[in-house]
Every structure is written in structure tokens, then in C-alpha cells.
């Protein structure tokens, strides 16, 4: 690859990442707004009785909790400053990183399953030869 066209690769992946970033924070946004929404509901809800009163007290907790933890967006926030802040260089390295672990790995685990492979054929093989069965 010539280093514009490193350069292109790089800044591709970099508006992915910042698009793929946004739309994360954008469908936070929607989910809280929806939350917040509920919880309107329950908190004008009137309890039919005295029994029912830990019930609305529940489902506020409940929605509280759920908002904090699924609509928290200040992960994908750091992530969208560290994307903008990344050159498109950084982004083909990284990508080029990525690629050679893939391979790594993948060619690490294409070998353990040859030897697994190679193990259950030999198991097999075995089990005929000591039934007198011939393959």
C-alpha cells in the first residue's frame, strides 16, 4: 500500500468509528428518553391500596437503576473524544494490528484443532483395529 492509500484506509475506518460511536450515543439517548417517560408513569400512578405502595416504590428503583446502568453514555463520550483525537495513520495501525492478531490467532487455533483432529482420528482408528474392523 502507498501511504495515501494507507492514509484513505485510515481515515475510512475513522468515520466508521466515529459514525458507529454516535449512533451507540444516539440510541442511549432514545432508550433514556423512553425510561424517563415510564418513569412519569409511575411516578402519577396512584397505588390502588396500601399493598401496591412498594410496588410503585420498586418499579421507580427500578427504572432509576436501569436508566444508570443501559443509558450511561460517558463511556461512548471518551471513546468519541479518543476517536476525534486519533490520526488516520493511528487508525491504520491499529486496523493493521488487529489483522495481524487475527492472524496469529486464528493460525494458532487452526493448528489445535488439527491436533484434536488428528487425536479423535487416531481414537477412532484404535477402536476399529481392537474390533478387528478394518477401515
Not at 475510512?12 to 412519569?40: G, H, P, Q, V, W
Amino acid at each position: 500500500m502507498t501511504e495515501a492509500e494507507k492514509l484513505d484506509y485510515g481515515h475510512m475506518c475513522a468515520e466508521e468509528d466515529i459514525f458507529r460511536i454516535n449512533e451507540r450515543i444516539e440510541k442511549n439517548i432514545a432508550l433514556s428518553d423512553k425510561y424517563t417517560a415510564m418513569y412519569m408513569k409511575v411516578l402519577d400512578w396512584v397505588p390502588p391500596s396500601s399493598e401496591h405502595v412498594e410496588l410503585k416504590k420498586f418499579m421507580i428503583n427500578q427504572l432509576e437503576e436501569s436508566k444508570d446502568f443501559d443509558c450511561n453514555n460517558d463511556y461512548n463520550y471518551r471513546e468519541l473524544e479518543e476517536a476525534k483525537k486519533a490520526s488516520a495513520m493511528d487508525y491504520y495501525n491499529k486496523m493493521l494490528d488487529t489483522i495481524n492478531w487475527d492472524i496469529s490467532y486464528h493460525s494458532e487455533q487452526a493448528q489445535k484443532e488439527t491436533e484434536r483432529t488428528n487425536g479423535r482420528n487416531q481414537w477412532v482408528q484404535d477402536l476399529y483395529a481392537s474390533l478387528n474392523i478394518s477401515l
